[in-house]
T-cell receptor
């Protein structure tokens, strides 16, 4: 167990809908990273937050957004969903040990 | 139509043998490299890391070798066990100190034959 908690584990929704994925980092970790894993693109960095502030953006679509709350949990919001958004979405946290630990992911299926 | 999935290289080894998984990275400015193991239905699990000022690092049953000249990374697993069966990813940190916006390789599937 990495200590990073993601909910829900599975999410099935329809095109055009909006969903929210939730992540609780390891206790004490201030940095949260979101990654997308798809069959054709592999694991891709989406966005990073540090202590509530956005630090870096990767290959994140404009339809996607995220935030980190004062209690350090983070949410990834995906809107106007398309079939191609179906993927595994991972959250990772990093602490003073500088290692990135991943949660078990949310499997998103857009039908 | 049929979608084209990610074709993963596969390595099959006999239980008890040593495994070597290779990875070519892309950015000569990368300063930090990590190997992750991903089992079915789980997130990537940290195995071992190495910084660019080293060329070898050993853990428990695992060794990572870094060759910066040819931008090559390898993971050696000693006495491979059935529990080692998984997809292994190398990752690099291309943006330098503090970023950790990792770039992942496409992965290698390790199958251990009992």
């Amino acid at each position: 167990d990495s200590g990073v908690t993601q909910t829900p584990k599975h999410l099935i929704t329809a095109t055009g809908q909006r969903v929210t994925l939730r992540c609780s980092p390891r206790s004490g970790d201030l940095s949260v990273y979101w990654y997308q894993q798809s069959l054709d693109q592999g694991l891709q960095f989406l966005i990073q937050y540090y202590n509530g502030e956005e630090r870096a953006k990767g290959n994140i679509l404009e339809r996607f957004s995220a935030q980190q709350f004062p209690d350090l949990h983070s949410e990834l919001n995906l809107s106007s969903l398309e079939l191609g958004d179906s993927a595994l979405y991972f959250c990772a946290s990093r602490g003073v040990d500088e290692k990135l630990f991943f949660g078990s992911g949310t499997q998103l299926s857009v039908l | 139509g049929e979608s084209v999935g990610l074709h993963l290289p596969t390595l099959s080894v006999q239980e008890g043998d040593n495994s070597i998984i290779n990875c070519a990275y892309s950015n000569s400015a990368s300063d930090y490299f990590i190997w992750y193991k991903q089992e079915s239905g789980k997130g990537p699990q940290f195995i071992i890391d190495i910084r660019s000022n080293m060329d070898k690092r050993q853990g428990q049953r695992v060794t990572v070798l870094l060759n910066k000249t040819v931008k090559h990374l390898s993971l050696q697993i000693a006495a491979t066990q059935p529990g080692d069966s998984a997809v292994y990813f190398c990752a690099e940190n291309p943006r330098g100190a503090g970023s950790y916006q990792l770039t992942f390789g496409k992965g290698t599937k390790l199958s251990v034959i009992p």
